[in-house]
């Protein structure tokens, strides 16, 4: 899986968009790339995942640029419940036998 | 629809002590499966992952272990513990995106 690079933390308010950021630089033509969230004392939670343009779900939003060298989750109009930590994968799941997460983006929400 | 189940949620257990966490998967066959640490405040470290039976790979060297003797069955174990050991462990599965246990808090006095 390629190698990811996210901001270590971030704060916002409620009510707020959110944008967090994700580089791999290395991402390979057949991978996709896939967003998680960990609240505290639980396992990582799918939000979104996209290969290329824009995805959008009930949760979240995912934009890829052309170059596919980054992504952006974006969370619109946070809430407290939102506090957690985020994680951008980036790979083939089918096609590779590791799931290897980075050190994630720490997202606190105040009020 | 797939679960996952892993048990105990917590364990308090003495140093030199062995350890067993059990968890197992319903609704698929043939899962890849997989065993996370995590420290307190810090990322997932991968430990095991699995793609069949009885075939396992380490992603670190330590002093636990991880055998599959069920398609749907993974089990992590230790001989003896040692305070390091201490963390959150989890449990997960994954085929297009990962799907994870509710995991179990280790600590070691």
């Known amino acids: 899986l390629a190698k990811t690079t996210q901001p270590i933390s971030m704060d916002s308010y409620e009510g707020q968009e959110v944008n967090i950021t994700c580089s791999h630089n290395?991402?390979?033509?057949?991978?996709?790339i896939t967003w998680y969230q960990q609240f505290p004392s639980q396992g990582p939670r799918f939000i979104i995942q996209?290969?290329?343009t824009k995805v959008t779900n009930e949760v979240a939003s995912l934009f890829i640029p052309a170059d596919r060298k980054s992504s952006t989750l974006s969370l619109p109009r946070v809430s407290l419940s939102d506090t957690a930590v985020y994680y951008c994968?980036?790979?083939?799941?089918?096609?590779?036998?590791?799931?290897?997460f980075g050190t994630g983006t720490r997202l606190q929400v105040f009020p | 629809s797939q679960t996952i189940h892993q048990w105990p949620a917590t364990l308090v257990q003495p140093v030199g002590s062995p350890l067993s966490l059990e968890c197992t998967v319903e609704?698929?066959?043939?899962?890849?499966l997989y065993w996370y640490r995590q420290a307190a405040g810090r990322g997932l470290q991968l430990l095991f992952y699995?793609?069949?039976?009885?075939?396992i790979s380490s992603e670190v060297p330590q002093n636990l272990s991880a055998s599959r003797p069920q398609d749907r069955q993974f089990i992590l174990s230790s001989k003896k513990l040692l305070l390091s050991d201490s963390g959150f462990y989890l449990c997960?599965?994954?085929?297009?995106?990962?799907?994870f246990g509710q995991g179990t808090r280790l600590t070691v006095v």
């Open positions: 609704g698929t066959s043939n899962p890849n």
């Open positions: 290395n991402i390979a033509t057949n991978d996709y």
């Open positions: 994968l980036v790979g083939v799941l089918y096609n590779t036998d590791k799931l290897i």
């Open positions: 699995s793609v069949g039976i009885g075939q």
């Open positions: 996209g290969y290329k």
């Open positions: 997960a599965w994954g085929e297009e995106e990962a799907f």
